[in-house]
């Protein structure tokens, strides 16, 4: 069973591919989403003991009466569902998931990139529907989210017990309507309407301070064009003489693992572990390599900035750069989203399973943990209300390259 090397985080709209989030929820680590059922295994498990389930079914069958004059009882097929529904989420993973037929199509108009949104991450974290990130130039953005801020509603309706799927699927909707979201920020409620739109990230930017001779690369997602892209601007980076380097991945919530293996191969030897996918044994692990591009001029100092919006393919990169010691990490915790669906067509619908996890080179499991970078700098005291005026991660990843310390 091969799953979606594809850390998914969240997506509300935006449309790159599986996981590119501009809005909304699929967010990750993407280098393939197998559809895997013909052939799966049918026979009933004669360990188990289903007769509660029966009685329970033959009990609602029987008893249960119509209160309300627009309600209709349940297709059998439906209670089919719904009973799947409940063997997923008694594993108690918000990744593993069923869709019946109609989530499944809108799950799949997710993967295609074919719908508008608003422009943010979004994941489950501590049992509370979070911000991952806003992306830049989005309408979230414009309307003053921030990453870490918990939605406690959506038009009006509590997101308690809510999928992240079924969160994307009420957030995300046509260019030019609006969304109501009831965010909660340091503990105070804060309604917030933001108008979706459809999503045009910019990928990279980068530049040379002449003043302090270090260059930035700043990558903003890792869609299937962003190794390309980052390509570019290292040879950018190269012909401008500079040998100190800083990536910013605050606030990138992941996308193509093929593009985050493919921008650490520039900074690590051929066949260097990039990370692990863990399939807890129940099948071979596999370990993504360097592609050994390894090309940083000699005696390039490199400074990674990460923080809580940094998710999937960006902790991978972090990670794997940390752990071969190829550069140093600064800023916050990164998110924690480490962790490989694969996709199950069921009679209409989709079973989406978490079979494997991310390990960094060292050993470090990503899911629920994140990255711990090797300088913490915030970004900003706890409570702000407003941005500083000097970006202090990137002014300490400008010190650390220019003293060394």
Known sequence: MRGVSFALVAVVAFGAGLSMGAGGSVAA???HLPLLGDGLDATPDQSVD??????????????YVITHASSTLPSAKDRVYGAISGLASSYGDPYTVFFPPTEAKAFADNISGSFAGVGMEIDIKNNVLTVIAPLKGTPAQ????????????????????????????????????????TLIRDGKPLDIKVTRATIQVPETDDGLDAKTGVYHIALYEFTSNSAS????????????????????????????????????????????????????????????????????????KIAVLIDGGSASA?????????????????????????????????DGGSLKVTVARWVTPDGHWIMGNGITPDIVVAYAPKGATEAPKIDPQMARAVEFLTTGK
Do not use: C, M
């Open 29 to 31: 680590v993407v280098t």
């Open 142 to 181: 414009a309307a003053g989210i921030k990453a870490g801020d918990q939605i406690a509603a959506i038009n009006g309706k509590t997101t308690e017990g809510l999928s992240i799927d079924a969160a994307v699927s009420a957030i995300r909707g046509p260019v030019g309507t609006t969304v109501d979201l």
């Open 314 to 346: 960006s902790e991978i990169l972090a990670g794997a750069l940390q752990d071969n010691h190829a550069a140093t990490l600064i800023g916050t915790q990164s998110f924690g989203k480490g962790s490989v669906q694969t996709l199950i067509p069921l």
């Open 50 to 63: 289903l007769a509660d389930f029966w009685k329970a079914w033959n009990a609602l069958q029987a008893n």
């Open 229 to 300: 892209l980052f390509d570019q601007a290292f040879a950018r980076f190269k012909a401008s003489g500079s040998k100190k380097l800083i990536i910013d991945l605050r606030g990138n919530p992941g996308g193509y693992l093929d593009a985050a293996v493919d921008v650490a191969s520039h900074f690590l030897p051929k066949g260097a572990t990039v990370v692990t996918e863990d399939f807890g044994g129940k099948e071979p692990n596999i370990v993504h390599t360097s592609l050994g591009y390894d090309d940083a001029p000699a005696g390039t």
